[in-house]
Nanobody
Framework: QVQLVESGGGLVQAGGSLRLSCAAS????????MAWFRQAPGKEREFVAA????????SYADSVKGRFTISRDNTKNTVYLQMDSLKPEDTAVYYC?????????????????WGQGTQVTVSS
């Protein structure tokens, strides 16, 4: 069982930055593939970024490439999402997710555990 708790969301103006954190309560955190997804009102949950167990491999959605950076600190059981140059279309609830798989993937069904989400609102 993996429990994930996101934090760091909030209201920011377009062009601003936020850093999301996701703390995992599991002893073997370094074994897990971690990812961020988001869901806007009336839309399906979509992939944002993923990072392999050791941080050696990352993947990003085209819509956030060059603006968002995913990272992890296995000593703190935490994964981060640095979001820069935010746009109003980035407004959504952001979810952290974990998977026992090795290969980095953006497929929703590949992830086993999910956090409760944190709201990010970008004003124009």
């Amino acid at each position: 069982q993996v429990q994930l708790v996101e934090s760091g969301g909030g209201l920011v103006q377009a062009g601003g930055s936020l850093r999301l954190s996701c703390a995992a309560s599991v002893r073997t955190f370094s074994r897990y593939l971690m990812a961020w997804f988001r869901q806007a009102p009336g839309k399906e949950r979509e992939f944002v970024a993923a990072i392999s167990w050791n941080g050696g491999s990352t993947s990003y959605a085209d819509s956030v490439k060059g603006r968002f950076t995913i990272s992890r600190d296995n000593t703190k059981n935490t994964v981060y999402l640095q979001m820069d140059s935010l746009k109003p279309e980035d407004t959504a609830v952001y979810y952290c997710a974990s998977s026992g798989r090795v290969t980095v993937t953006g497929r929703v069904g590949a992830y086993d555990y999910w956090g409760q989400g944190t709201q990010v609102t970008v004003s124009s």
